[in-house]
């Protein structure tokens, strides 16, 4: 009797495939950190020069509406996540990366550094749109157009659909995927296009703080400081109670696996 065939699939071949962002058996080596850092740096970079450049270049021509701002910010969300979602986890927001690391997600050692990272993002965007156009409407900072309590409570809530929809997916990684990201841009889209008006829609702490520091615009800044991180601590209470049981892809969708 002929010998049969050998299998063409070897023992090692039945894992997992290889991620070539994280070959490394360390997940802490310095050079996966450099690569996490750059990526929410890049992210958050392209974040404010998007969102904040559609206002300084709206005012200056009028072409570029507000819908055409919410779009493009849920747009540029939507592909940095399917582009780069797996060097960081494209969070690209400091209320995102504390919401993970409430949920226990994602370490508490690594937020300051992401922290870090995000806000240099944001600076370099906004000083890019004031070297490209001046201090031109405030580089898109952020305001509360029907005072300050409106927009607290506006910002509370729109970081709670956010942070809703980010947790959410990710509890459901093994069957969405790499889609998670149209969830998230959707979400962004959708907070932005009826609320803008209202509180500027930023969700996001370094998208605020960078136009208004680079631009002197500080009044009421703090509103979007700290709505965004009531807004994310609210909806993973509501997650955790959705959502009781954590999964181990929650933790890969954190970091970037």
């Not at 962002?21 to 310095?30: L, N, Q, R």
């Not at 940095?80 to 979602?85: A, T």
């Not at 690391?101 to 004031?130: D, E, I, K, M």
């Not at 962004?188 to 605020?208: D, H, I, K, T």
Request: with cysteine; net charge neutral; proline share 6%.
């Amino acid at each position: 009797m002929p010998d049969s065939p050998p299998s063409a699939i070897s023992p090692a071949s039945t894992g997992p495939p290889p991620n070539d962002v994280h070959a490394d058996a360390d997940t802490d080596s310095p050079r996966l950190v450099v690569r996490r850092l750059l990526a929410e740096c890049f992210g958050t970079f392209l974040l404010v020069t998007v969102d904040c450049g559609g206002a300084v270049v709206g005012s200056l021509d009028g072409e570029i509406t507000a819908v055409a701002r919410s779009a493009a910010t849920g747009l540029l969300v939507m592909t940095m996540i399917y582009s780069i979602g797996n060097v960081s986890g494209a969070h690209f927001n400091p209320a995102v990366t504390a919401a993970f690391a409430l949920r226990g997600a994602f370490p508490w050692r690594r937020v300051p550094v992401y922290w870090l990272a995000q806000l240099t993002g944001a600076f370099l965007g906004a000083g890019l749109l004031r070297g490209m156009f001046g201090n031109v409407e405030h580089l898109g900072a952020t305001i509360p157009h029907f005072g300050a309590a409106r927009g607290f409570g506006m910002e509370v809530v729109l970081t709670m659909v956010l942070v809703s929809v980010v947790l959410g997916t990710a509890t459901r990684h093994r069957s969405i995927g790499a889609n998670a990201a149209i969830a998230s841009g959707g979400a962004v889209a959708l907070c932005s296009l009826f609320s803008r008006p209202v509180s500027g829609a930023s969700m996001n702490p370094a998208r605020s703080l960078a136009p208004a520091v680079m631009s002197g615009e500080l009044h009421d800044l703090w509103i979007y400081l700290v709505a965004p991180f009531v807004g994310a601590a609210l909806a993973t209470l509501v997650i955790r109670v959705l959502h009781a049981h954590k999964h181990r892809s929650e933790r890969e969708v954190a970091e970037g696996r």
